[in-house]
Nanobody
Framework: QVQLVESGGGLVQAGGSLRLSCESS????????MGWFRQKPGREREFVGA????????IYADSVKGRFTISRGDDKNTRFLQMANLKPEDTAVYYC??????????????WGQGTQVTVSS
């Protein structure tokens, strides 16, 4: 069984930065990915970016490319979503997830509890 614990959300002004972390427990396959998604009220869950668990390759949604970065921590079980130059439209609940998918939410098997990110204008 895999469990994901997220942390790092909060309130920030537009133009500011936040770093989210997602720590996993349990065995993950190298070919799996850790994806980050966000969900705004009344909207579908939206892909933000993903990193291949064993290889470190990353992909990002166009809306965050150049502003958000996913990286591995020194702790092999932790991945980070570094968010810079935040905009009010980035306000959402952010989720990390792991599984054999990449950019489609239904392909992920395990999900974190979500963390609120609020960007004020």
């Amino acid at each position: 069984q895999v469990q994901l614990v997220e942390s790092g959300g909060g309130l920030v002004q537009a133009g500011g930065s936040l770093r989210l972390s997602c720590e996993s427990s349990g065995r993950l396959l190298s070919s799996w990915a850790m994806g980050w998604f966000r969900q705004k009220p009344g909207r579908e869950r939206e892909f933000v970016g993903a990193i291949r668990w064993g290889y470190g390759t990353t992909i990002y949604a166009d809306s965050v490319k150049g502003r958000f970065t996913i990286s591995r921590g020194d702790d092999k079980n932790t991945r980070f979503l570094q968010m810079a130059n935040l905009k009010p439209e980035d306000t959402a609940v952010y989720y990390c997830a792991v599984g054999p998918g990449l950019s489609t939410a239904r392909e992920y098997r395990y999900w974190g509890q979500g963390t609120q990110v609020t960007v004020s204008s």
